[in-house]
């Protein structure tokens, strides 16, 4: 279960809020997307789950784990936003590292990898360097590689980025797929139309705060799309 | 630990993987055999010629210092964007987005960096030591664990310059690191040329204490002296009241934990 308790982030005095006490929980198994405009505060959100950003007041945990603890990052998987690799390493060494980091060696890090490279289309590619991969296909390993720890937590932040039709249909069908593991999705996405089909439960966040939070099912009524309550809930009723 | 050293592994991996890496090690040891020259030579002074034992020994000792030092500049070289090249690519993300502590993932980048560096200096001084084994046929007891005392200053180098990094431009992180190097070369030198028989003659009427900030500055240069009279079997006379060794160790933990303080806070 993901909580975040009255969280706060400001990250300059003088500055506004980037994220003003926001508190909600993701239960176990969930598939949750975060949704708003650019500059809301979500990838924000994000980091301050994995402690890459300090909260400036509240807290953040991983089941029950403060986020402050590195242990609460264990089963924890990772898809930054316009994810970076290093470009020197061959697809299969930069998940070998993964799989190291997360305390697998040997076989068992071997038969994941290939695991994961299977899941994401990518089984037959992995030995060549990435900087002669497409983006596509570099937001691909970027998946595979979040999806080495195990996984208990799969954090994604715009993972359909870069992606053509078909990309974007298949990561669909990949956390579709972990949705029926059990997973814990969080999902950071401005692709409403996939995120309708595919999550539980939608916060809409616009200017720090959550304006909007409940299951998908209950907020998108009939006739209408999530984008209309999206728009409807960040610029108001009258848009 | 075992990330730690994971971390270690793919550092050193890292930077071994460049092609230009090899090259300067090629370079550097072509330029190191050139000293093979320096052996075979005929060389007088005051009318009394020297033998190649004598040659060799001097040699050896002035090149002692240049590998020192200069390795001190490839490790400021190396330092230098290691935390915003980690940044720029992503490593940095990926490997705290797992159970790492930060303090192990910057402690192992560190130490990375300092292997390769030490092991670079320890493969040109051993070059050196093969060559004086050969050419004058004499072995020079020491000299390897000179090189060793030495990676205090290369361990020192690569802390400050890894600190400097996340306060400054890279390229300034590395000219602060240059210059406080730089600084101690020029103080403690004059200070060891102040010791020599010349300029204790040439000082005798004008008795000059050591300034206060120099009995604190990093003791780069005396570290390298103080290697050096291991070789050379001498007793060192320390610029101060502390041993070097000390003040340098000193200097490393205030740098380590400067740079695990500052990372701590930084943000992703």
Redesign the interface.
């Known amino acids: 279960m993901v909580t975040f308790s009255s969280i706060s982030k400001r990250?300059h005095s003088g500055a506004g809020l980037a994220v003003d006490n926001i508190s909600f929980t993701v239960a176990d198994g969930e598939f949750f997307a975060l949704l708003g405009p650019n500059g809301a505060g979500k990838t924000t959100l994000v980091?301050m789950l994995?402690?890459?950003?300090?909260p400036t007041a509240g807290t953040a945990a991983i089941n029950g784990v403060a986020s402050t603890n590195?242990?609460?990052?264990?089963g924890?998987?990772?898809l930054?936003e316009n994810?970076?690799?290093?470009?020197?390493l061959s697809g299969r060494s930069y998940l070998r590292?993964?799989a190291?980091?997360?305390?697998m060696s040997g076989a068992r890090a071997g038969e994941k990898i290939s695991e994961v490279l299977e899941t994401v289309g990518m089984a037959g590619k992995e030995k060549s360097k990435m900087k002669t991969y497409s983006k596509g296909m570099l937001q691909r390993i970027c998946l595979a590689?979040a999806m080495i720890?195990g996984t208990r937590l799969l954090v994604l932040d715009e993972p359909a980025s870069g992606l053509d039709p078909l990309g974007m249909r298949d990561v669909r069908r990949i956390m579709e797929g972990l949705k029926q593991k059990g997973v814990t999705i969080i999902l950071n996405s401005h692709m409403l139309s996939e995120v309708e089909k595919t999550c539980d439960t939608a916060a809409i966040i616009n200017k720090g705060k959550i304006v909007l939070k409940d299951a998908i099912s209950s907020i998108v009524r009939e006739g209408e799309s999530l984008e209309d309550v999206f728009v409807r809930a960040i610029e108001g009723p009258h848009a | 630990m075992?990330?730690f050293l994971?971390i270690v592994k793919?550092t050193v991996v890292?930077i071994i993987?460049q092609k230009s890496f090899f090259v300067l090690l090629a370079v550097s040891i072509g330029f190191v055999m050139l000293l093979r020259g320096c052996y075979s030579g005929n060389y007088m002074v005051n009318g009394k010629s020297l033998d190649s034992v004598t040659v060799a020994w001097h040699a050896s000792i002035i090149a002692f210092h240049i590998v020192a030092g200069g390795v001190l500049l490839i490790a400021a070289i190396l330092s230098m964007n290691l935390l915003s090249r980690d940044r720029?690519?992503?490593?940095v993300?990926?490997?705290?987005?797992?159970?790492?502590?930060r303090i192990t993932y910057v402690s192992g980048r560190a130490a990375g960096i300092w292997l390769v560096s030490f092991a670079f200096m320890f493969v040109l001084h051993l070059t050196i030591f093969v060559i004086t084994l050969i050419s004058a046929g004499g072995a020079m007891p020491g000299y390897l664990a000179a090189s060793c005392l030495c990676s205090l200053n290369v361990l020192f180098m690569v802390l400050l310059v890894c600190t400097m990094s996340l306060f400054m431009p890279d390229f300034a992180a590395a000219m602060v690191g240059i210059g406080v190097v730089a600084v101690s070369f020029v103080a403690d030198s004059l200070f060891h040329a102040a010791q020599s028989r010349l300029g204790q003659a040439l000082l005798a009427n004008h008795p000059a204490g050591i300034p206060g900030w120099e009995m604190v500055w990093p003791k780069v240069c005396s570290m390298q002296y103080c290697a050096v009279s291991l070789i050379k079997g001498d007793v060192f006379r320390p610029l101060g009241p502390v041993h070097p060794a000390l003040v340098m160790g000193g200097y490393v933990c205030l740098a380590a934990a400067g740079l695990v303080f500052a990372f701590q806070?930084r943000?992703?």
């Open positions: 990250y980091k994995l402690d890459f950003v300090r590195p242990l609460a990052r264990r924890v998987g990772y930054a994810a970076r690799v290093p470009l020197h590292r993964q190291e980091l997360c305390g590689a720890p | 075992r990330n994971n793919y890292d993987n720029d690519d992503g490593t993300q990926y490997m705290l987005s797992k159970p790492l502590a806070r943000e992703i």
